[in-house]
């Protein structure tokens, strides 16, 4: 079979990573007997100093002919001044959703190897195995009103909206009891619809759409109270699934139960399965250019992209089983050693998945 690979590299750490999953998908070609085309464009802060807008028109062009994207990570101080529509943020919040990109996956696994490197004590993330599903394309990201005005004693305010539509929290729910239906049967709807109109919509229509799906266990969770449990005992979840910003913000946090936010990745997927695939890190301008970015959340993301895009299960399994092997191995990038343990670069990191790649059965 042959694939076209849209890669956005994007700022900071971003080329570091994308360059190795790359040559992780050139290995996996040449393993499984795939080929891959691959196309490159730009995005976020790369993109304005190139052309003047976050999101050109021919990155939104390459990404409509691709069967998959991507993405390493956009943004940095460089242009976190200036106007809004400017910001890098901005590029892949607008590929996002000309591309209803609605759902995004982020599984928080966490491999055995590095049960010492979790904030949590091993015994309480030990097994860990739970899905975020974030609401991807609405919420107060994109809603209308926004921006900084004037009032009239000459003052500033700043606003911005939070609007869901019921058809928008209906396609999301849904991705969470299908997910769950295929996992553990439990689905934790996060949201404060004691304080917010949407999230009363949200929990609304996740309690009708529950009626369709009687072998899935539905709960709901305030979100404020679900950062705490998150933290205080991970394994009650097993497929949560919550709005734009609350999914944001939790993400992250599950990040630190598996070790380090350098090994979470993430699926953006549209209603006919297309997707832009991700680390759910930032562009980490702090270890730019110094090869010390852990790579493995990006070369997870080319798993998934391989399973859900373009349904090559063998060779999704192939880079999760090289993934896990060189973890077993005792290999290590910085975010994810512990004391003693040596730190290899990101390329040294890549090349070993590759090679357990090869050397996988
Ligand atoms: N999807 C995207 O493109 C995202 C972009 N951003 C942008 O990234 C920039 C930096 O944002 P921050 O808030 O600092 O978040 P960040 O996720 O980039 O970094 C947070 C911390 O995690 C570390 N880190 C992140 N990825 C790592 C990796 N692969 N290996 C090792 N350590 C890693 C960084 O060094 C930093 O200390 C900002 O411009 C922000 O807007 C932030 C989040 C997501
Ligand atoms: C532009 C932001 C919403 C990026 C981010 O933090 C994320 O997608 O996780
Ligand atoms: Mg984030």
């Known amino acids: ?33 795939l080929e891959f085309t691959f196309s490159r464009g730009l995005l976020g802060g790369c993109a304005i100093d190139a052309t003047g807008t976050p999101l050109p028109d021919e990155t939104l062009a390459l990404a409509r002919d691709a069967d998959a994207v991507l993405l390493g990570a956009v943004g940095g101080a460089k242009w976190d001044v200036g106007p809004a529509h400017l910001r890098p943020e901005r590029g892949l919040l607008g590929i996002r959703k000309a591309l209803g990109l609605y759902a995004n996956l982020r599984p928080a696994l966490l491999f055995p190897e ?13 097994g860990l195995d739970i899905v975020i599903i974030r609401e991807l394309t609405g919420g107060i990201y994109f809603g ?33 009891f299908d997910i769950a239906r295929r996992r553990g049967h439990r689905l ?5 619809a004691n304080v917010l109109e949407t999230s009363q919509l949200w929990r609304e229509v996740m309690i009708r759409l529950g009626s369709e799906y009687p072998d899935v266990d539905l709960s709901h969770m305030y979100v404020d109270n679900a950062a705490m449990q998150l933290v205080r005992a991970p394994k009650q979840f097993d497929v949560v699934v919550t709005e734009n910003l609350f999914g944001d913000i939790l993400s992250d946090c599950a990040a630190m139960l598996t070790g380090s936010i350098g090994m979470l990745p993430s699926a953006s997927l549209n209603q006919t399965g297309f997707g832009m695939y991700e680390p759910v890190h930032g562009s980490a301008p702090d270890i730019a250019g110094q090869q010390k970015a852990n790579p493995l959340a990006t070369l997870l993301s080319v798993a998934m992209l391989l399973r859900y895009s373009l349904g090559e299960a063998a060779a999704a399994d192939g880079v999760e089983n090289a993934v896990a092997a060189v973890l077993r191995q005792g290999l290590r990038t910085a975010d994810i050693a512990v004391a003693g343990e040596p730190v290899l670069s990101t390329v040294a990191m890549g090349d070993a998945v590759v090679a357990a790649l090869r050397a996988g059965g």
Do not use: Q
């Open 114 to 126: 590095l049960a010492g490197a979790s904030t949590l004590k091993p015994e309480v993330v030990a």
């Open 188 to 192: 934790c709807s996060v949201d404060k």
């Open 1 to 33: 079979m042959s694939y076209r690979i849209l890669l956005l590299p994007g700022d900071g750490i971003g080329p570091e990573i994308v360059a190795e999953g790359e040559k992780l998908l050139a290995a996996v070609a040449e393993k499984y007997a």
């Open 144 to 176: 209308e009103p926004r921006g900084v005005g004037t009032l009239p004693d000459g003052s500033r305010e700043g606003r911005n909206t939070m609007v869901y539509s019921e058809a928008e929290i209906e396609r999301i729910g849904r991705t969470g």
